[in-house]
C-alpha cells in the first residue's frame, strides 16, 4: 500500500523511500545553499552501460530537476524501478504526487 505524502497535481506520481535500494534508480535528493539537489543513483551494472550507449550522467550533485529529468529517461529505458530518496522536504508539490513505497 502506498501512502500519500503531497496533494498531488503535477507531471505525476512519484514513489519515495528512504534510503537507496539495489536494482533500481534512485535520486537522493537534499538541501544545498543554491536550492533544491538531488543525485542520481544507478546499480553500477546499468551505470556502464548507460555511459557508453545513452547521454552521458550527471556527475554528483545537480539540479532536482536536471537528477529527476534523468532518472526518468534511464528508468524508462532500463526498465527498472525509480524511487527518491534523502530529505522529502526537497520535493515541490507542484511537480506531482510523493508517495511513500511500503
Not at 5 to 26: E, H, M, N, Q, T
Not at 38 to 61: F, T
Not at 69 to 91: E, H, I, N, Q, R
Request: glycine content about 10%.
Amino acid at each position: 500500500m502506498e501512502q500519500s505524502l503531497s496533494a498531488g497535481g503535477g507531471v505525476g506520481d512519484f514513489r519515495y523511500l528512504p534510503v537507496a535500494i539495489d536494482k533500481a534508480i534512485s535520486v537522493e535528493m537534499q538541501w544545498s545553499g543554491t536550492g533544491r539537489k538531488a543525485q542520481v543513483i544507478i546499480p553500477h551494472d546499468v551505470a556502464s552501460d548507460i555511459e557508453q550507449n545513452m547521454v552521458p550522467m550527471p556527475k554528483g550533485v545537480v539540479s532536482m530537476e536536471v537528477a529527476l529529468g534523468f532518472a526518468v529517461y534511464v528508468a524508462m529505458s532500463c526498465g527498472l524501478p525509480l524511487y527518491l530518496t534523502g530529505d522529502k522536504t526537497v520535493w515541490n508539490e507542484l511537480w506531482g504526487s510523493l508517495l511513500l513505497a511500503i
